[in-house]
Nanobody, 126 residues
C-alpha cells in the first residue's frame, strides 16, 4: 500500500512559479513510477508529467514541456513538480499518482496508476 499526500498548491499570478510536492509513504514507495495529473472544472483528468522509479526518465505533456520539471528524491520518498511561467489555463487540481509499472497503457493513462493523492489546488490569475 502506498499513500500519497500533495502540497504546495496555491494562488499565483500568470508568469509566476509554484513547486508542488508529493510525499509517499510505504515501504516500497521508492520503487514506483510517479506521475502528475490535473483536472480543471468541467474537464477530464489529464496527464502532466511522469518520472520512472530510478528518476532517470521523465515525460511531459506538450502543454507543459519547457515550463514544468518533474523530479524525485527517493531518499525522502518525495516527488516534485516545479512549475514556471504559469498560465491561467494551468488552473486545476493537481494529483500525484504512483504506478507499479507503466505497462502497455503507458504513463499518460490514468488507469495505469495504482495509487492517488487527494489533490492540491493551483489557481493562476491573469
Amino acid at each position: 500500500q502506498v499513500q500519497l499526500v500533495e502540497s504546495g498548491g496555491g494562488l499565483v499570478q500568470a508568469g509566476g512559479s509554484l513547486r508542488l510536492s508529493c510525499a509517499a509513504s510505504g515501504r516500497t514507495s521508492s520503487s514506483y513510477h510517479m506521475g502528475w495529473f490535473r483536472q480543471a472544472p468541467g474537464k477530464e483528468r489529464e496527464f502532466v508529467a511522469a518520472i520512472n522509479a530510478g528518476g532517470l526518465s521523465t515525460y511531459y505533456a506538450d502543454s507543459v514541456k519547457g515550463r514544468f520539471t518533474i523530479s524525485r528524491d527517493n531518499a525522502k520518498n518525495t516527488v516534485f513538480l516545479q512549475m514556471n511561467s504559469l498560465k491561467p489555463e494551468d488552473t486545476a487540481i493537481y494529483y500525484c499518482a504512483a504506478a507499479a509499472r507503466f505497462g502497455a497503457l503507458g504513463y499518460r493513462t490514468a488507469t495505469t496508476y495504482n495509487y492517488w493523492g487527494q489533490g492540491t489546488q493551483v489557481t493562476v490569475s491573469s
